[in-house]
Every structure is written in structure tokens, then in C-alpha cells.
């Protein structure tokens, strides 16, 4: 396990998202608007339900978020999808946290169930990734985790078999 906090602000999310806290090719969440998260509250390689690691984080809801005017016109909805992105971009952040190489991308998802919306009088999102499986050889690096994202409380969204890889090519 690298030696890192297991608490992010928004700065040092964002300098995730620069490449400059994993390292050049290494782990790296999206810039804003993409970024999905303002803070990550806890990050483990070792707890969680399965005992192979977490992550809590944590995303402020407010009506001028750039998905709302889009998505739909007088009809403000954040896309599930954008949900979906925040547990992948948290799952392959916990991978590099681990100090692990190389760059994340999704490899796919079990099932996803959409039970709620955000509208924009929500206040927060809580992201909770569980991970079942980390997986690092020679030749793969991957990370398979179940994830539910909670709107004020309220569970909203839930994936199982997340799957995020590192490619060091």
C-alpha cells in the first residue's frame, strides 16, 4: 500500500485530475466538469463488506451544475450515467491510491438499478464503492467492486461487478 491520506479535498482531487498526485501515467480522475466528487471522506485496500478495500466520497449538489440546463430543458435531472462515472472514477482512483500503475479505464459493469433522481434541490451525493476483488499480477491490474450512490440519504442508484483496469500502455 503507497503511503497517501485516506481524506481528499477538492484540490487534491483536482491535482489527481492534473496527473501530479499518482505520478505521469499513472491513476488520474477527469477535470471539472467531468470530475464527479468534491471530496473523498475514506479510501481503503482492506475494509469494507468484502475486506478488499473502499472508498466514501462525497459530490455537493447545486441547481447551477452544467448537467441541469441540459438534461432536461425545464425538466432538470442529473444523468444516471454521470452516477455511474463517479464510482468508476472512485473505484480507479482506489487503485492508484494502492500504488498501483499505470492508467485507469473502465472495463465495464454488472447491473445498474436506478431507484431515484437528482433534481437540483437535492444537497449531496455520498458515493460508496465496496470492493469483492483486487487484482494486481504481471500482466493485469484490476479492481471489481459494487458501488451505491445516496441522494441526501436516500440510496438512488446501486451497480454490482464494476470493473476498472490500470494499462501501463
Same mark, same amino acid.
Given at each position: 500500500? @503507497? +503511503? /497517501?491520506?485516506? /481524506?481528499?479535498?477538492?484540490? @487534491?482531487?483536482?491535482?489527481?485530475? %492534473?496527473?501530479?498526485?499518482?505520478?505521469?501515467?499513472?491513476? $488520474?480522475?477527469?477535470?471539472?466538469?467531468?470530475?464527479?466528487?468534491?471530496?473523498?471522506?475514506?479510501?481503503?485496500? +482492506?475494509?469494507?463488506?468484502? !475486506?478488499?478495500?473502499?472508498?466514501? @466520497?462525497?459530490?455537493?449538489?447545486?441547481?447551477?451544475?452544467?448537467?441541469?440546463?441540459?438534461?432536461?430543458?425545464?425538466?432538470?435531472?442529473?444523468?444516471?450515467?454521470? !452516477?455511474?462515472?463517479?464510482?468508476?472514477?472512485?473505484?480507479?482512483?482506489?487503485?492508484?491510491? %494502492?500504488?498501483? $500503475?499505470?492508467?485507469? /479505464?473502465?472495463? !465495464?459493469?454488472?447491473?445498474?438499478?436506478?431507484?431515484?433522481?437528482?433534481?437540483? +434541490?437535492?444537497?449531496?451525493?455520498?458515493?460508496?464503492? +465496496?470492493?469483492?476483488?483486487?487484482? $494486481?499480477?504481471?500482466?493485469?491490474?484490476?479492481?471489481?467492486?459494487?458501488?451505491?450512490?445516496?441522494?441526501?440519504?436516500?440510496?438512488? /442508484?446501486?451497480?454490482?461487478?464494476?470493473?476498472? @483496469?490500470?494499462?501501463?500502455?
Amino acid at each position: 500500500m @503507497a +503511503d /497517501y491520506p485516506t /481524506y481528499f479535498d477538492k484540490d @487534491a482531487l483536482l491535482a489527481c485530475a %492534473r496527473g501530479e498526485l499518482f505520478g505521469e501515467g499513472n491513476a $488520474q480522475l477527469p477535470a471539472p466538469p467531468m470530475l464527479m466528487m468534491d471530496r473523498i471522506t475514506d479510501i481503503s485496500g +482492506d475494509a469494507g463488506a468484502h !475486506g478488499k478495500g473502499h472508498v466514501v @466520497a462525497e459530490f455537493d449538489i447545486t441547481p447551477d451544475l452544467w448537467f441541469f440546463d441540459c438534461h432536461f430543458p425545464n425538466n432538470p435531472i442529473m444523468p444516471g450515467c454521470l !452516477g455511474l462515472d463517479g464510482l468508476w472514477q472512485l473505484t480507479g482512483f482506489n487503485l492508484g491510491w %494502492r500504488g498501483w $500503475q499505470g492508467r485507469g /479505464y473502465a472495463l !465495464g459493469v454488472g447491473e445498474v438499478k436506478l431507484t431515484g433522481m437528482v433534481r437540483p +434541490d437535492r444537497k449531496m451525493l455520498t458515493y460508496k464503492v +465496496d470492493f469483492t476483488k483486487a487484482i $494486481q499480477t504481471r500482466r493485469l491490474t484490476m479492481g471489481v467492486a459494487n458501488g451505491i450512490v445516496e441522494a441526501d440519504g436516500e440510496v438512488i /442508484y446501486q451497480v454490482t461487478d464494476m470493473k476498472v @483496469a490500470l494499462s501501463e500502455s
